[in-house]
Every structure is written in structure tokens, then in C-alpha cells.
């Protein structure tokens, strides 16, 4: 099992940038596709960026291609989330998840671990 702590949430301005990180411990981390999701206020939890165990392939929902980065360092056991021109509708918890599957996982319901989820707020 895997154990997922994130960091980086918080308060940040329309057009700004925020970085999320995940730091895994537990088996073996790059025995895991990674990826993001999100969960709005009223909303059921969403896709967002997700990428494979080697972080050659990723993919992104379309409300956040070109604007949003997720990338690893294995070596560090920790998944990252580039966020820039963040716009108030990205105001959101931001969940970190591990697949144990092959390729990129594109939907909440294939992940097997979640991480407690780190809110960030953007303001107009």
C-alpha cells in the first residue's frame, strides 16, 4: 500500500501559479501510475492530470491542457501539479491517487489509493 501526503494548496490570485506535491512512501512508488483529480465545491470528484509509472505518457482533461503540468521524480517518490494562469474555477480540493494498473489512468473510479487532499482557492 502506498501512503500519500500532499502539499502546496492554499490561497492564490486569477492568473497565478501554485504547485501541488505528493510525497508516496510505502511499496514500491514506481509500481504506480499518478495522477490529480479534483472536487469543487458541490461537485463530484473529476479527473485532471495523470501520468504512467515511467512518466514518458500523461493526459490532461481538457479544462486544464496548456495550463497545467503533472510530472515525477521517482527517485523522490513524489508526484507533482504545475498549476499556472489558475483561473477562480479551479477552486477545488486536489486529490493525489495511485493506480496500480498499466498506462494513464483518465477516471476517478481506477485509482486505488487517495491521498486527504489539499484545497486550493483561487480568488478573482
Known amino acids: 500500500q502506498v501512503q500519500r501526503v500532499e502539499s502546496g494548496g492554499g490561497l492564490v490570485q486569477a492568473g497565478g501559479t501554485r504547485r501541488l506535491s505528493c510525497a508516496a512512501s510505502g511499496r514500491s512508488f514506481i509500481s504506480y501510475a499518478m495522477g490529480w483529480c479534483s472536487q469543487g465545491p458541490g461537485n463530484e470528484r473529476e479527473f485532471g492530470a495523470a501520468m504512467t509509472r515511467s512518466g514518458r505518457y500523461t493526459s490532461y482533461t481538457d479544462s486544464v491542457t496548456g495550463r497545467f503540468t503533472i510530472y515525477r521524480d521517482n527517485a523522490k517518490n513524489t508526484v507533482y501539479l504545475k498549476m499556472n494562469s489558475l483561473k477562480p474555477e479551479d477552486t477545488a480540493v486536489y486529490y493525489c491517487?495511485?493506480?496500480?494498473?498499466?498506462?494513464?489512468?483518465?477516471?476517478?473510479?481506477?485509482?486505488?489509493?487517495w491521498g486527504q487532499g489539499t484545497q486550493v482557492t483561487v480568488s478573482s
Open positions: 491517487a495511485a493506480d496500480m494498473g498499466v498506462g494513464v489512468p483518465t477516471g476517478p473510479n481506477e485509482y486505488d489509493y
